[in-house]
């Protein structure tokens, strides 16, 4: 086990928060993914049984309950002091009033999902790959989910996976090489459930690559049984994106999952939304890229928060995530640099956002900057005329001049 001095730096050290609020739990019931899954926090008046509520919360959870469930593990509750509102692991998971906020911008379908559906459930923008939402239920809720229009099941949508329809799209469409499993979480399936989706989709021959887009390893660190993941390893390749916005929420139990993953041969990726108030400063994200990497966690995507509908007090600017990006890049270890990316509103798919380290380019030279801010020029062959900039450009002057 890993233990760093505690130092200033919020989270660094790696430690378990339980039994926290719950003290005469036996060590099997609190181990059991089934008990956390039926003990999860739920009310207004479980959540004041352990916590003192501000106003924005209290009506938070009294109003925004018809867009999205209130519901939290007992393991990521007790992350939750029991006083501080604008505490980073709180504003993750307790509603707010200003989820009934409509900001001009706000959108239901951020991604423009549902316009890319060929089958219910089934998420077909980029060429080769699929996203396949296999189930609307989360082990705790997240009240920025970009998919909040049908996650939880509380929301204006509902989702109709239709399984059979799905695998019968993915048996015509030779194209598909990749399916990514979410949702949902696809972890809250049962191993039984899950293997038999892996099943089939491993026998579709032009199916190389499977993932699972997943919060379970955080939110429920007790479902990664050593069962769970010997099934898993049936079906390499099988990559995994976990999914943790603040070092906190990388507990001892949580490392510990995350590793018998690791263990099982499937290389772990995460994705974090940049939120603000919980990890939009370069230390916080520092110290969670460092903790990702010592729990063998490759940082693959950092986004800019979807412009989902009430969301607007937890999306941080473009601006300071670049500036996150350019605090990492060169400062620490290039593994522990995510991608920065936004999701195109409208349904563009994902543009990848990086700080200007190119200063100029032509067809003799490129000029370009390092971290440290120094200037470097690097020539440029010439003559190849199958590489095209101005593209880019004459977009760029059509949408300012139109
Ligand atoms: C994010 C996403 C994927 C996967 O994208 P990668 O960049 O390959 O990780 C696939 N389909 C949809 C609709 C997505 O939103
Ligand atoms: S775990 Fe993922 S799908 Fe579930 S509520 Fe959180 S962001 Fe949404």
């Known amino acids: 086990m890993i233990t760093l001095a505690p130092g200033k730096m919020d989270g660094k050290e790696f430690v378990s928060h ?5 003290p005469d739990i036996a060590p099997e019931l609190w181990n059991d993914w089934k008990w956390q899954l039926k003990n999860r926090v739920t009310s207004l008046a479980q959540l004041e049984q352990h916590l003192v509520l501000s106003n924005e919360e209290r009506s938070g959870v009294l109003l ?45 379908d951020p991604c423009g999902e549902d316009s890319h559906m060929p089958v219910p459930g089934l998420v077909h923008r980029y060429p080769d790959r699929v996203l396949f939402l296999v189930t609307d239920r989360c082990a705790s809720y997240c009240r920025y989910c970009t998919r909040s229009r049908v996650v939880s099941g509380v929301g204006e949508q509902e989702l109709h996976t239709d399984f059979e329809e799905a695998f019968r799209y993915l048996e015509q469409h030779t194209e598909v ?20 989706i892996l099943s089939r989709l491993r026998a579709i021959p032009h199916i190389e690559f499977l993932r699972i887009g997943t919060r379970v390893p955080i939110f429920l660190p007790q479902r990664i049984t050593p069962e769970l993941c010997a099934m898993l390893a049936k079906y390499h390749p099988l990559w995994m994106s976990v999914h943790v916005n603040h070092p906190r929420e990388l507990t001892i139990e949580v490392k510990q999952a995350l590793e018998r993953l690791a263990n099982a041969g499937i290389p772990l990726g995460n994705q974090s939304v940049l939120l603000a108030g919980v990890n939009d400063d370069v230390e916080t994200m520092k110290t969670l890229v460092h903790k ?37 890049r060169g400062h620490t270890t290039g593994y522990g640099v995510p991608q920065f990316v ?24 490129i000029v370009i900057r390092n971290y440290e801010g120094k200037i470097f020029e690097y020539p440029e062959t010439g003559g190849d005329q199958t590489v095209q900039f101005a593209p880019q450009r004459e977009y760029h002057d059509e949408y300012l001049y139109s």
């Not at 090489?177 to 038999?196: M, N, P, T």
């Not at 490759?298 to 412009?307: A, F, S, V, W």
């Open 342 to 365: 936004i999701d195109a509103p409208g349904g563009g798919g994902k543009v990848p956002i990086n700080p200007g380290y190119v200063l100029y380019h032509d067809n003799e030279k």
């Open 64 to 108: 925004s309950g018809d867009k999205l469930a209130l519901a939290v593990t007992p393991h990521f509750f007790n992350l939750i002091p029991r006083d501080n509102p604008g505490d980073p692991i709180r504003r993750q998971v307790i509603p707010r009033i200003e989820e009934t906020w409509e900001s001009p911008y706000d959108m239901a």
């Open 177 to 196: 090489r990749d399916v990514l499993l979410s949702g949902g979480d696809a972890l809250i399936f049962s191993d039984d459930k899950l293997e038999k």
């Open 18 to 22: 339980a039994p926290g609020y719950w």
């Open 292 to 328: 990702l990497l010592m729990c063998r966690v490759r940082p693959y995507y950092l986004y800019q928060c979807d412009l989902i509908t009430g969301s607007s007090h937890l999306r941080a600017s473009v601006a300071k995530g670049m500036e996150i990006i350019e605090g990492l």
